[in-house]
């Protein structure tokens, strides 16, 4: 699939590093599309939303997927 600005996709987040907190996916919009594998996000979580630039494709943490299809 190609992002495109409006989608609905995964942010893994960060966890902390004392391990309390695991890596998670957070909900997150497309906000702009650099290329097919970069792209800007406005990310949303319980607390709130932040915007992350540059947000490279893949499963790691700081990195963002598609959602699985249920």
């Not at 650099?34 to 893949?58: A, I, S, W």
């Amino acid at each position: 699939m190609i992002p495109s600005v409006g989608r609905i996709v995964h942010y893994q987040r960060h966890g902390s590093a004392d391990g309390v907190h695991k890596s998670e996916p957070s909900a997150a919009i497309v906000t702009a599309v650099v290329d097919e594998q970069t792209v800007h996000l406005c990310v949303l979580n319980p607390e709130g939303m932040y915007f992350n630039r540059d947000v490279k494709l893949g499963d790691e943490p700081g990195q963002w997927n598609w959602p699985p299809r249920v």
